[in-house]
């Protein structure tokens, strides 16, 4: 469950939200994300059908107790680069985290993120991952917008998991 947690995170960050800035829209279609670092190591690449629906619900549409936990959410752009920092609350300590996007969003990008834990979280300190996501094409036939394909996991629609989190808070 700590894998979903930590995946659902990484996924709401790719595309990341932000009040000050307004990231742009992964192109609608079939995404294909490696990510490595950390707990990640050895993970199968993921791919996921996204629409501008699906990605505008993952930036903006956060459940309000996920809102309440995170004193900082910003987005910037710096030349060629989108940088996304944020503070929140993951069980009793404070995690700060610092995203750097490259690449184009109709196509190709990668994000390299790094967090830090105070005081740590099952005695990690710190964590760093990067993605890297590349644009398939359209969607395959049965997909639906939020779906998410892993290896050897069950389906996940991260629209429906927002959803069902909305609902139980």
């Not at 994300?33 to 707990?39: A, E, H, L, R």
């Not at 993951?90 to 690449?103: D, H, I, L, Y």
Request: charged share 30%; with cysteine; net charge positive.
């Amino acid at each position: 469950m700590q894998f979903l947690a930590l995946l659902a995170a990484l996924l709401v960050a790719s595309p990341a939200a932000a009040a000050s800035y307004d990231a742009p829209k992964r192109k609608s279609g079939l995404w294909e994300m490696k990510m490595s670092g950390g707990q990640m190591k050895g993970m199968h690449a993921i791919q996921q059908c996204v629409d501008e629906k699906t990605d505008d619900l993952m930036k903006k549409d956060m459940p309000e107790n996920q809102k309440m936990r995170c004193s900082k959410n910003e987005m910037r752009k710096e030349a060629d680069k989108i940088v996304s920092e944020s503070v929140c609350k993951v069980e009793n300590s404070t995690a700060k985290t610092r995203a750097v996007f490259t690449g184009r969003f109709d196509s190709a990008y990668k994000a390299d993120i790094k967090t830090t834990y105070e005081p740590p979280v099952a005695g990690m300190k710190e964590a760093s991952s990067m993605i890297e996501a590349k644009w398939l094409g359209p969607c395959k036939a049965g997909q639906k917008p939020g779906d998410i394909v892993m290896p050897g996991m069950p389906h996940i629609n991260m629209d429906e998991l927002r959803k069902g989190a909305t609902k139980n808070q």
